[in-house]
């Protein structure tokens, strides 16, 4: 599997390590009132698509960023690669 | 002060570089390498470039691209992260040299004992690394580097001249195995 890194270009998978749903970014705010609720929803409830899933993927044996990989987990073909700090600053994160 | 006889070591643990000849590829250990990480802090992107710029006499490479000049070398290693290399010799005090010139706008953090490098030549060098790594070596331009595994350590290859000339850099503890792994794929391809 190749993943076409944003930065460095197509990379061999053998170099990158997965973490999991990409909504994992959206970490919610421990201050919030209902923290414990949203923080159960975010750690438990996960879509499980037969299709398209956005996923983040660490290039450790790279340039160590953190890239948000839309692939479809059936065909195993990957549609788009983005940074991870990219995603997550359009969607409003400081860092 | 007392008075220390020592002798230095290479990273290979012997009084001199060693240099392996294998066919037409020569493998040369480095030690003539003083190595910085130099990081840019958030929100001081303007006063990092100037200030590294200053120092370097060129600008830092992009993503996937090593420069050289003068003294100085810049390999990208990172967003926002380099390597910079530069004579032993003259430039000891890496870290503080390059700290001194970025102060409150970047991170530095002296690298050079934790590295080796070893220079890799001959025109079959690429041959070698296509038994070696991932990368796509027969792509990769003078000014171009990139960090992969070679048996499976995290190495930096940065092209000094394309087919040609090679440097790799690898954790100094695994200096023995990595100079290994290059000799048996050098004489895979001899």
Partial sequence: MIINHPLLGPRDSQEFTYLGDASLIDRPDWQAPDAVDQFHDYLYLRDNPAGEHRELWFHEQGDRSWLVVTRNVVTHEILNVELASDVARSRGRSK | ?190
């Fill in chain 2, 1 to 190: 002060m007392p008075e220390h006889r020592l002798k230095a070591l290479t990273p290979l643990a012997q009084a001199r570089p060693v240099i392996t000849t294998v066919g037409r590829i020569t493998i040369a250990e480095n030690p003539d390498v003083a190595l910085a990480s130099l990081a840019q802090r958030r929100g001081r992107e303007a006063d990092f470039t100037q200030r590294a710029e200053a120092l370097l006499g060129f600008a830092l490479p992009a993503p996937g691209h090593a420069v050289q000049g003068g003294d100085w070398g810049a390999i990208w290693t990172g967003p926002g992260q380099w390597f910079l290399e530069a004579p032993f010799a003259s430039h000891e005090d890496i870290a503080a040299m390059v700290k001194n010139a970025v102060t409150d706008a970047g991170s530095v953090t002296e690298q050079t004992d934790a590295w080796v490098r070893f220079d890799v030549t001959g025109r079959n060098a690429t041959e070698m690394f296509e038994r070696l790594s991932a990368i796509d070596i027969h792509r990769m331009q003078a000014g171009q580097a990139t960090r992969s595994l070679i048996e499976h350590l995290g190495c930096y290859v940065i092209c000094r001249e394309a087919g040609s000339r090679y440097s790799v850099l690898g954790m100094r503890s695994a200096a023995a195995s990595l100079h290994h792994a290059l000799v048996q794929a050098a004489e895979a391809v001899a």
